[in-house]
């Protein structure tokens, strides 16, 4: 199984400024396929990025990813005040599928 | 419209049993595999099971296996989740959510698709 694990546990941060969300892999994620997904309260998870770096369609661009191998990370280049949420990293190239634990992005 | 409605949640006793269902409509359900996902209320999110489009091939996560069952009527655009031997721990959110494709066909492109989902509450 490929564990996933996430850093910081929270960001808290002011509009406008950076975000950068790390997720480590236990293992090298399989065909590159390493997925971001956004939650907020009371709604399904949306799927921002897939295959570590590809934006999912509608997704605006200040969302990135980047990394190779086992360390990967999310970056929102500007806060938007729509973008205060939880963010799960995920693996989907064997199984288990597994998340990370989550990220949450709250305001400053 | 692009969509997948969950239904089939509610109230049971531990060790009742219950069957989820999950719609699918505004794409060729037959073509895509599907996945159950389930979130406690405050926690992350779990990756429960996987079929694949023809149903032939299933995976499951160790928590709940022998206890699950997934399983799709591609006729009826339906995917579904038997439980078991239900548990308090399996008190959560339930979510369907399709794997996607590039247009190649080839290429997944993750969890592209999820439903809203429905709510299992495990209490006697």
């Known amino acids: 199984e490929v564990a996933l694990t996430q850093t910081p546990g929270t960001l808290s941060l002011s509009p406008g400024e950076r975000a950068t969300l790390s997720c480590r892999a236990s293992?090298?994620?399989?065909?590159?396929?390493l997925a971001w997904y956004q939650q907020k309260p009371g709604q399904a998870p949306r799927l921002l990025i897939h295959g570590i770096s590809r934006r999912a369609t509608g997704i605006p661009d200040r969302f990135s990813g980047s990394g190779s191998g086992t360390d990967f990370t999310l970056t929102i280049s500007r806060l938007e005040p729509e973008d205060f949420a939880v963010y799960y990293c995920?693996?989907?190239?064997?199984?288990?599928?597994?998340f990370g634990p989550g990220t949450k992005v709250d305001i400053k | 419209e692009v969509q997948l409605v969950e239904s089939g949640g509610g109230l049971v006793q531990p060790g009742g049993s219950l069957r989820l269902s999950c719609a699918a409509s505004g794409f060729t359900f037959s073509s895509f595999e599907m996945n159950w996902v389930r979130q406690v209320p405050g926690k992350g999110l779990e990756w429960l099971s996987y079929?694949?489009?023809?149903?032939?091939?299933?995976y499951y996560a160790d928590s709940v296996k022998g206890r699950i069952t997934i399983s799709r009527d591609n006729a009826k655009n339906s995917l579904y989740l038997q439980m078991n031997s239900l548990r308090a721990e399996d008190t959560a959110d339930y979510y369907c959510?399709?794997?996607?494709?590039?247009?190649?066909?080839?290429?997944?492109?993750?969890?592209?698709?999820w439903g809203r989902g429905t709510m299992v509450t495990v209490s006697s």
């Open positions: 293992q090298s994620v399989s065909s590159n396929y």
């Open positions: 959510a399709r794997m996607g494709y590039d247009d190649s066909g080839h290429y997944k492109t993750a969890f592209d698709i």
């Open positions: 995920q693996q989907y190239g064997s199984s288990p599928r597994t």
């Open positions: 079929i694949s489009s023809s149903g032939s091939i299933t």
